[in-house]
């Protein structure tokens, strides 16, 4: 049995989950800017710990961050105007029109780039080399895919042949042809880079851990796809025989078509799983620790055939299991993940999680039907786990409860003590009194908020991804009513 890799997670500690896009702010919608550090000064405030986010790689149309075109990248809607500001290269009066939609923004970060071109010390530009250098490895090819896909306004399955296949001679001209929308898109990422580490020291100077988010798949129209298509099983054009999702469960009668592309693990496993190396790297260098989505696909995963218009219709494939963490744990040392083992779970899942050493997640939502044997049910939660009120998937818990029928209520009621304070609160102390070391809140529990502030529906795709709170939706009192709680509970950070 392979030694825990869970040994960060060896005190109880607490947290709150907030994607960077939910921050309050005057752009489109939150950044690494001001209010992100004011986020931080609110967890310290709060008595909290963690600040858990999702991916934060570069998202299509629908905003998903579970559908990324780069699984490096980040996503430049996040890069705050106001260090630009402060570094000469936009005209503060410029700021406030600046930021009126995403277009804007972009517009503003070409004119950015020229004046950094125009502007910097040399110590400065010298450090933008440093950047491309270090990352080459997949900023290079994440920012053609990127310049043409914006040339022909077509994903790269529809590219012309030779681009589509990566001929060495197609991929030479069009690097020269579109050198300076290659050169944009390198600046770009080196912005958010840095942004990001200036956020990181700060929250780390101050006890907060920041705690991201690995989905197991990567989009079809992605520089990853594009650039390792041996990787994955798609026919001579790029398109994919058979995609990813999951089965029927609690979240939709149908299942999930998520529609990407599956891995031929034995061709990864063949040059030592390195696509997957890069990524937990990569991942490393942006947080503390890292939660794995949908971890029950490395034991099975859900093949669905492309042309299933949902996900019933599937089989269950075997993953690669324990050969890839070995092979993770090899070339990055302990493995500071978290599990995301909702769903079906099967005992052989359960298995590999536990010889890893990984902790899993509870989520409260699930616990109060099917008897006490639940595994939910927080007396059943072991050390080694995170508990959760709710994640991004689901309702609020105020929208939670408040769709239960009055049966389900009654059980709820009933395990909670008939608690006088109304929900989501009782849930939030429930989950601060959990054995588990980690509890997470998400913040609109813990500022009570009905379910028309829902993150995500899952198999739906609209309407999603988009919320975001106000300063002003923050009780003055929130942040004493969190420290006491996580006090009288033996979460101090």
């Excluded at 989950?431 to 995500?456: E, K």
């Excluded at 009513?481 to 996580?486: A, Y």
Aim: hydrophobic share 40%.
């Amino acid at each position: 049995m392979r030694p825990s890799n869970s040994s960060w997670l060896d005190t109880r500690s607490a947290g709150l989950l907030l994607h960077i896009s939910s921050l309050p702010g005057r752009g489109p919608c939150g950044d690494l800017g001001r209010e992100a550090f004011a986020f931080v000064d609110f967890l310290v405030d709060a008595g909290c710990g963690v600040w858990q986010m999702l991916p934060v790689g570069p998202t299509g149309s629908d905003r998903s961050p579970y559908q990324s075109s780069c699984t490096h990248a980040g996503n430049t809607r996040f890069i705050a105007l106001e260090p630009l500001v402060e570094a000469g290269w936009l005209d503060p009066r410029d700021l406030e029109c600046c930021m009126a939609d995403d277009r804007a923004k972009a517009e503003t970060l070409t004119w950015v780039y020229r004046e950094f071109r125009q502007q910097s010390s040399d110590e400065q530009l010298a450090d933008f080399a440093r950047f491309r250098d270090s990352h080459a490895h997949w900023l290079d090819d994440y920012a053609l895919f990127v310049a043409v896909n914006a040339a022909t306004s077509a994903p790269w399955w529809q590219w012309p042949a030779g681009l589509r296949d990566r001929d060495a001679q197609a991929v030479t001209e069009a690097r020269a042809l579109l050198a300076k929308s290659i050169a944009q898109v390198q600046f770009e990422q080196y912005l958010f880079f840095d942004q990001w580490r200036r956020l990181r020291a700060y929250a780390g100077e101050r006890g907060i851990k920041l705690f991201g988010d690995l989905p197991i798949f990567v989009a079809l129209n992605s520089a990853e796809v594009w650039a390792n298509r041996a990787q994955f099983f798609l026919d001579e054009t790029g398109e994919p025989a058979v995609v990813a999702g999951v089965p029927p469960d609690y979240f939709s009668a149908t299942g999930q078509r998520w529609g990407n592309p599956l891995y031929r693990w034995e061709v990864m496993e063949s040059d030592g799983f390195s696509f997957w190396v890069d990524r937990l790297r990569t991942q490393l260098e942006l947080f503390d620790f890292v939660r794995i989505d949908h971890f029950r696909g490395f034991e099975a995963y859900w093949e669905i055939p492309a042309t299933e218009p949902n996900a019933i219709h599937g089989r269950w494939v075997p993953g690669p299991g324990d050969r890839l963490f070995d092979r993770l744990s090899e070339a990055l040392g302990p493995l500071p993940l978290v599990a995301e083992d909702l769903g079906l779970i099967t005992e052989e899942v359960q298995q590999l999680r536990d010889r890893l050493g990984m902790p899993g997640m509870k989520v409260l939502q699930f616990a109060f039907s099917g008897g006490p044997d639940n595994p939910y049910l927080p007396f059943r939660h072991p050390e080694n786990a995170l508990v959760y009120t709710g994640t991004h998937d689901n309702n609020t818990t105020l929208g939670w409860y408040t769709d239960l029928t009055d049966d389900e209520r009654r059980v709820v009621d009933e395990y909670l003590g008939y608690p006088r304070d109304p929900m989501p609160w009782p849930l939030v102390q429930c989950a601060m009194m959990s054995p588990a070391r980690l509890a997470i809140v998400p913040m609109q529990d813990a500022l009570g908020l009905d379910g028309d502030h829902r993150m995500n529906l899952p198999g739906s795709s609209e309407g999603n991804w988009g919320w975001r709170f106000c300063w002003e939706d923050v009780p003055p009192e929130l942040t004493t009513q969190l420290r006491h709680l996580i006090w009288m509970t033996g979460r101090c950070s």
